[in-house]
């Protein structure tokens, strides 16, 4: 069976292709008594696109947010709320082809063995990064439901290629990170970063990254073992972001190399609350959160289609063959994919916390 919904009590559906008319989202579950309007959404949505910049690619869709419905006189009704973007700006033509013959790196070849050669591959269809703008809306909702909790999702781009940020503190992340084209949260790093990308770009390449992310004031004990633990949740759904090839908590693969007593987090009564002196951790235990920050990272790959030859097979013809991938392209994910990783954050907490009662059904302001 197929699945394009996320979560259990908080879910998200999207719906639409890369080049198809429209890409959206419905999303049930929502509590009734937010209000929300669409410039709340319009706002998330704009902050996923460093657009007119050489760092991404040359698609530019105005993508004005359309709500279909689920809110009344600027509030939710309970009801689900459905949300679009229309394509505009497609070049379909440099798509032609790819069933046939699959571009390396993307999802062509297993796309069209599952789906018996229907798949829309267009722009890259259902695996487009296009397909993370219906995220981003569903992650508009989440995040005014956290606002009310106080609980803020931020992250940044941490690493581009071997370009790495120094340690950032969370008001540098909070105040800098829309402010540059790469979306870091060190400023001092900005440059170096944009030459790594544009240096891949003017090579025909592509280049891998990494975003850092944190979310804030998560009460203790959101997360249900035995099999829908937090961290899992969370994973589970960074994993849906194209191009996702790790995700980690706290000190995430280096806890492996450490000792018990390098890597417990011990704790401590602070200002009459109770915290960790660290957090390798990264704010979950036992598939629980702990109300220590929840920390992590998550790793992309460099984008797949890139403008140098690469060989691929004939599908039909079944031999060896050579292609230049077309259509416009980011040579890095992470610039775009920041507001993104927020929002997957946003949807899962929003949805655990439904489920755990934190978040009631109505809310009342
Ligand atoms: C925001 C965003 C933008 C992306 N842009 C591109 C792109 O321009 N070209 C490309 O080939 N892949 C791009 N990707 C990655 C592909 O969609 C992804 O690699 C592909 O669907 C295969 O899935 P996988 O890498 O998760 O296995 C992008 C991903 C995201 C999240």
């Given at each position: 069976?197929?699945?394009?919904?996320?979560?259990?009590?908080?879910?998200?559906?999207?719906?639409?292709?890369?080049?198809?008319?429209?890409?959206?989202?419905?999303?049930?579950?929502?509590?009734?008594?937010?209000?929300?309007?669409?410039?709340?959404?319009?706002?998330?949505?704009?902050r996923r696109g460093p657009r007119g910049e050489?760092l991404v690619?040359?698609?530019?869709?105005?993508?004005?947010?359309?709500?279909?419905?689920?809110?009344?006189?600027?509030?939710?009704?309970?009801?689900?709320?459905?949300?679009?973007?229309?394509?505009?700006?497609?070049?379909?033509?440099?798509?032609?082809?790819?069933?046939?013959?699959?571009?390396?790196?993307?999802?062509?070849?297993?796309?069209?063995?599952?789906?018996?050669?229907?798949?829309?591959?267009?722009?890259?269809?259902?695996?487009?990064?296009?397909?993370?703008?219906?995220?981003?809306?569903?992650?508009?909702?989440?995040?005014?439901?956290?606002?009310?909790?106080?609980?803020?999702?931020?992250?940044?781009?941490?690493?581009?290629?071997?370009?790495?940020?120094?340690?950032?503190?969370?008001?540098?992340?909070?105040?800098?990170?829309y402010?540059n084209p790469v979306r870091?949260?060190?400023?001092?790093?900005?440059?170096?970063?944009?030459?790594?990308?544009?240096?891949?770009?003017?090579?025909?390449?592509?280049?891998?990254?990494?975003?850092?992310?944190?979310?804030?004031?998560?009460?203790?004990?959101?997360?249900?073992?035995?099999?829908?633990?937090?961290?899992?949740?969370?994973?589970?759904?960074?994993?849906?972001?194209?191009?996702?090839?790790?995700?980690?908590?706290?000190?995430?693969?280096?806890?492996?190399?450490?000792?018990?007593?390098?890597?417990?987090?011990?704790?401590?009564?602070?200002?009459?609350?109770?915290?960790?002196?660290?957090?390798?951790?990264?704010?979950?235990?036992?598939?629980?959160?702990?109300?220590?920050?929840?920390?992590?990272?998550?790793?992309?790959?460099?984008?797949?289609?890139?403008?140098?030859?690469?060989?691929?097979?004939?599908?039909?013809?079944?031999?060896?063959?050579?292609?230049?991938?077309?259509?416009?392209?980011?040579?890095?994910?992470?610039p775009k994919?920041?507001?993104?990783?927020?929002?997957?954050?946003?949807?899962?907490?929003?949805?655990?916390?439904?489920?755990?009662?934190?978040?009631?059904?109505?809310?009342?302001?």
């Amino acid at each position: 069976m197929s699945s394009n919904t996320l979560g259990k009590a908080f879910t998200v559906t999207c719906f639409g292709e890369s080049h198809g008319r429209c890409v959206g989202v419905v999303i049930d579950g929502c509590p009734s008594g937010l209000r929300i309007d669409e410039s709340d959404i319009q706002m998330e949505v704009d902050r996923r696109g460093p657009r007119g910049e050489t760092l991404v690619s040359g698609r530019t869709e105005e993508d004005k947010v359309e709500i279909l419905s689920g809110i009344y006189r600027g509030y939710t009704t309970g009801a689900p709320v459905t949300a679009l973007v229309w394509n505009r700006d497609i070049m379909s033509r440099d798509y032609e082809g790819l069933a046939d013959k699959p571009r390396p790196g993307h999802a062509d070849y297993p796309a069209n063995v599952k789906f018996g050669g229907f798949s829309d591959l267009r722009g890259g269809g259902r695996w487009s990064g296009r397909m993370t703008v219906t995220l981003v809306m569903a992650g508009a909702v989440a995040k005014k439901l956290l606002n009310l909790h106080k609980i803020e999702v931020l992250a940044y781009t941490s690493k581009v290629g071997n370009v790495e940020a120094s340690k950032v503190s969370v008001d540098e992340i909070r105040v800098n990170t829309y402010k540059n084209p790469v979306r870091t949260a060190d400023l001092k790093i900005v440059e170096k970063m944009v030459e790594e990308i544009l240096n891949a770009k003017s090579r025909g390449d592509s280049v891998g990254s990494i975003v850092d992310f944190i979310a804030l004031n998560v009460p203790v004990g959101v997360g249900e073992p035995f099999f829908d633990p937090l961290d899992g949740d969370l994973a589970k759904g960074l994993f849906t972001i194209p191009g996702v090839k790790g995700v980690e908590f706290g000190l995430g693969f280096k806890s492996s190399t450490v000792y018990g007593s390098e890597n417990n987090d011990e704790y401590k009564i602070e200002a009459g609350r109770i915290v960790t002196s660290t957090n390798n951790s990264g704010g979950i235990l036992g598939g629980m959160s702990n109300g220590m920050p929840i920390t992590g990272r998550v790793a992309f790959k460099p984008p797949p289609s890139i403008a140098r030859k690469q060989k691929t097979i004939d599908l039909k013809r079944f031999e060896n063959v050579e292609i230049t991938v077309g259509g416009r392209h980011d040579p890095c994910i992470a610039p775009k994919a920041v507001p993104v990783v927020e929002s997957v954050i946003s949807i899962v907490l929003v949805d655990h916390m439904l489920r755990s009662g934190i978040i009631k059904r109505i809310i009342k302001s």
